[in-house]
């Protein structure tokens, strides 16, 4: 199947390839031997999956393009203070050419102008020309993926006539802007316009800038990210020269575009994107690029001001411990207390990335939900990330939840660093942050053990086999001799009672004192807890059905004191008491109708 977004780009190429106005720009003479008829669309996913329609092999020179990478260098390389101090961040509403400084500093007003980027490209590391060539280039080779060549014929071409820049360069000298040699720095400034890019490159970097400074195929960090914001703030002020405005007005992205007839424009944290036509209006900007990008952002919601998914759209959903509780199988007392409880353990199921306005939505739900509640778990599985301040919010939240007696802890981070780091970054010192559990089964399972605390002495002590529910109903004189015939035998905490997959073990296990974990295997190689069970439960039961495959595993959770009884000799003891065989098949059927209910309920709940 083609991807439905080639061929969205397809069309996207072919109705844009139909405009022919704009000219080649002709005051570097070398560019008017591009070809007028080239066009290119490339957009690049943060994955680094590249979709490409037309002319995206074919080279050209970067020229203006380079000024955002060159001006990420700076930054990355001397700090934001000090570029500052050089450069300014404001749009001059000029031309890309004018000779516009501020009238005290003497400092151009942005470094997407040729001052600004001519003063940039005498910021970057090195304490040599030849040594911040090297820089710039290491640099724009980053944002590529791999380096980029130089055109000698155009590099020569502008060199030769770029008069208008060589005395931009000495008055940046005359006020103290450049340091060195301007005419060096300016050298290096026409190399960095002459560099080879492809629209694919052109793509490549913008995702790059798109991606929070790294490479979404290198994996190179080409900008540390928060050097980022600031390339992209000023490429959508300053990006497009005097049709700033009204490119952010009409497309809303951070954009650049170069005379050799390239555009990159960056969506933040979605796409970026590379445009190649070498016919340019009369600012200097690719015409078909521009159109290009207005389609794109307008069919494709790509605007920066675009309205975003709904906050709501954060929480999935809410269920109670009365929908799913968890799989411990306690007594039935103890059962029963939970189950009048059980509407007070609240799952909220998050969903996409939280920002501030989606955490405000969960805490206003958690609010109204408090009255009714004594535990909140937030199921983060389907969290993509978390913002800073979101995480923030969050624990703010629990800890006024916490004054009020409710627990709010999260279930399922599983291994995301990024949120892992906000989640924990938020909590103040001295206060554990929150806990967070494996799976939501661990997490309810201690949200119960809080309502237990509040239930006294109920707790579980040590039970013989009577209290088995698989003998209930059955005559004393045969329960003893039942328990006449089993055996005593104790486990360690963490030891292993039966391994899933296990032939051929024909026995009953019932506790007497101890719990124990069902355990299946995931794909993953972790394991989900299907049951953990008490004193006066069994396992292993199906075993009386005939079922000679272990099915799941046992684990220990603490010592634990088991009574086992063979199968071979409950079968004996039935042949001359035959009350035995259907009390206890009634009551195993009993069992396992309990918990194809509960299987039942919980997809319900889940579905
Ligand atoms: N090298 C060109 C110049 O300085 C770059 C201009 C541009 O791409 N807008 O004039």
């Not at 007028?36 to 680094?48: H, Q, R, Y």
């Not at 026409?190 to 400074?213: E, H, I």
């Not at 409950?570 to 035959?578: D, I, N, V, Y």
């Not at 009634?586 to 579905?607: D, E, F, S, T, Y």
Request: proline share 4%.
């Amino acid at each position: 199947m083609k991807a439905p977004i080639q061929g969205y780009l397809e069309q996207l190429h072919e109705q844009v390839g139909q405009i022919d106005e704009g000219e080649l720009a002709s005051y570097i003479p070398e560019l008017t031997k591009a070809d007028p008829k080239a066009f290119g669309i490339c957009l690049v996913t943060m994955d680094g999956v590249a979709y490409a329609v037309g002319d995206t092999q074919q080279t050209f020179t970067i020229q203006s393009i380079s000024k955002a990478f060159v001006y990420a260098a700076a930054l990355a390389d001397r700090g934001q203070e000090l570029v500052a101090s050089k450069v300014g961040v404001e749009p001059s509403g000029d031309a890309f050419n004018s000779i516009s400084l501020d009238p005290q500093s003497g400092a151009p007003f942005n470094p997407m102008i040729n001052a600004g980027a001519i003063a940039t490209s005498g910021l970057v590391a090195g304490s040599t020309p030849q040594a911040q060539w090297q820089r710039i280039q290491e640099a724009l080779a980053d944002f590529a993926g791999h380096p980029l060549a130089l055109d000698e014929a155009v590099y020569r071409s502008e060199s030769d006539t770029g008069h208008r820049n060589r005395a931009i360069a000495w008055m940046l000298k005359n006020f103290g802007i450049i340091d060195g040699d301007p005419m060096a720095v300016l050298d290096n400034y026409f190399r960095q316009c002459s560099l080879l890019v492809s629209c694919r490159d052109l793509a490549f970097m913008a995702a790059t800038l798109a991606n929070g400074g790294v490479h979404p195929q290198t994996g190179k960090a080409a900008l540390p990210a928060d050097e980022v914001e600031r390339v992209l703030s000023v490429m959508a002020t300053c990006g497009m020269y005097d049709y700033a405005g009204s490119w952010l007005y009409e497309v809303g992205m951070p954009a650049k575009s170069g005379v050799g007839g390239g555009i990159v424009a960056v969506v933040p944290g979605r796409f970026g994107v590379g445009i190649f036509s070498p016919r340019l209006d009369a600012k200097g900007n690719s015409v078909r690029g521009i159109e290009a990008c207005k389609r794109l952002s307008r069919q494709f919601g790509l605007h920066a001001f675009a309205r975003r998914d709904h906050p709501s759209m954060a929480l999935e959903r809410i269920f109670s411990a009365a929908q799913v509780p968890s799989r411990r199988q306690p007594p039935l007392e103890v059962r029963s207390f939970l189950d009048e409880r059980a509407g007070s353990i609240k799952y909220l199921i998050l969903h996409g990335f939280i920002a501030v306005d989606g955490v405000e939505y969960v805490i206003r739900k958690m609010q109204k939900l408090a009255p009714t509640t004594h535990s909140f778990i937030l199921d983060m599985h389907q969290v993509d990330g978390l913002s800073e301040s979101a995480a923030r919010l969050l624990n703010q939240a629990r800890l006024g939840l916490a004054a009020e007696g409710i627990a709010l802890v999260c279930s399922r981070v599983h291994k995301r660093q990024a949120i892992l780091a906000h989640l924990g970054k938020a909590a103040r010192s001295g206060d554990r942050g929150f806990l967070l559990f494996e799976d939501n089964d661990l997490a309810v399972e201690w949200c119960e053990n809080r309502l237990l605390a509040e239930m006294g002495d109920l707790a579980p002590g040590p039970r013989g086999m009577g209290d088995s529910l698989m003998f209930r109903g059955l005559p004393a004189e045969l329960l003893q001799r039942i328990e006449q015939v089993s055996q005593r035998r104790s486990y360690t905490s963490g030891e292993q009672i039966l391994r899933i997959g296990q032939e051929g073990d024909g026995r009953v296990f019932f506790i007497e004192s101890g719990h124990v974990s069902i355990l299946v295997p995931l794909q993953n190689g972790n394991h989900q807890r299907i049951a953990s069970l008490c004193p006066g439960m069994e396992f292993g039961e199906m075993a009386l059905l005939g079922q000679t495959t272990r099915s799941a595993s046992v684990f220990a959770d603490t010592d634990v004191s088991c009574r086992i009884l063979e199968v071979t000799d409950l079968e004996r003891l039935a042949e001359e008491a035959p009350k035995l065989e259907i009390i206890l098949l009634k009551n195993l059927a009993r069992g396992i109708a309990a918990r194809l209910r509960g299987a039942n309920q919980c997809i319900q709940a889940l579905a």
